[in-house]
C-alpha cells in the first residue's frame, strides 16, 4: 500500500505514479494527520511512504503519525522522498524509525521535483518545472520497478553537509523559521476558504471572510501553492 502525504502535489504525483506502476492501492494520509486519526492500519503488500523533504528529513507532522500508528501486515517499508535539491541524510533517521516499529527499512528513494518551498526559495519557470517533472518521472519508475522486483533501494552517498543539514540544522530550523507569522492575505483573497480546507494542521481559520494563520504551521505551502 502507497500512503503518502503531500502539501502542494509533488509527492501525490510521485505516490499515484507508483500505484499505477505496480498496482496497488494509494492513501493520502491528510485527513488522518489533520484529525489526528493513529488507528491501525493493514497491507498484505510492502508499504510505500511518500513524502516531501523538510529541511533534509520527512515533515514531523508525518514523523509524528508514523511514530503513532501501527502498520500490520507485511513489514517492509520503503521511503519515496520528493525534493527540490537533495534529502540529505534522511534515510539515517528513517532506519531508526522503522527499527522502532519492528518494520524492514527498505531504504529511501530521492525524487528531485521543482521547487516549491516559496518561503525560501523561487518556484522554477514553467519551461523548467517540465523538465524537471519529465526527469523526474524516471526516478519513479525505477523505485516502482524496485518496489515491484521486492529489492531494497540503493544506498545514497551522505555527505557530511548531509548529516549536519538533517541533523542540527533540522532542529535548529524549524523553531526558528518554521511559523506562519508572516503569513497573510491581500486584497486578491476572494474568501473562498481553500486554504483552510487544505492546511493539514487546522492552522487556519476564516475571519470576517479573510485567512487568519495560528501558531500551528508545518510550512507545507499548501495554502499559497493552492490558492
Request: charged share 25%; with cysteine; net charge positive.
Amino acid at each position: 500500500m502507497i500512503l503518502y502525504f503531500s502539501g502542494t502535489g509533488n509527492s501525490e504525483f510521485a505516490a499515484k505514479k507508483i500505484g499505477n506502476e505496480i498496482q496497488d492501492d494509494v492513501f493520502n494520509l491528510f485527513t488522518k494527520i489533520r484529525d489526528r486519526d493513529f488507528s491501525d492500519r493493514h497491507s498484505d503488500r510492502p508499504w510505500v511512504i511518500a513524502a516531501p523533504t523538510y529541511a533534509w528529513r520527512i515533515p514531523r507532522i508525518l514523523q509524528e503519525w508514523l511514530s503513532r500508528t501501527k502498520l500490520n501486515g507485511c513489514r517492509d517499508l520503503y521511503f519515496v522522498m520528493t525534493c527540490g535539491g537533495n534529502m540529505g541524510n534522511a534515510g539515517a533517521y528513517l532506519k531508526k524509525l522503522c527499527a522502532s516499529k519492528d518494520m524492514n527499512y527498505m531504504g529511501a528513494f530521492e525524487v528531485v521535483m521543482p521547487e516549491n518551498y516559496i518561503a525560501l526559495f523561487t518556484s522554477p519557470d514553467d519551461e523548467e518545472a517540465r523538465n524537471i517533472i519529465s526527469q523526474s518521472e524516471r526516478r519513479i519508475i525505477k523505485a516502482a520497478q524496485l518496489i515491484k522486483n521486492h529489492e531494497t533501494f540503493p544506498l545514497p552517498q551522505v555527505t557530511v553537509k548531509d548529516r549536519l543539514d538533517s541533523g542540527i540544522v533540522n532542529d535548529i530550523f524549524y523553531p526558528l523559521f518554521v511559523h506562519a507569522k508572516k503569513f497573510y492575505s491581500t486584497s486578491g483573497c476572494i474568501s473562498c476558504g481553500k486554504c483552510e480546507k487544505v492546511c493539514p494542521l487546522k492552522n487556519i481559520r476564516i475571519d470576517e471572510g479573510r485567512p487568519v494563520w495560528g501558531k500551528d504551521c508545518t510550512h507545507c505551502m499548501a495554502c499559497i501553492s493552492r490558492c
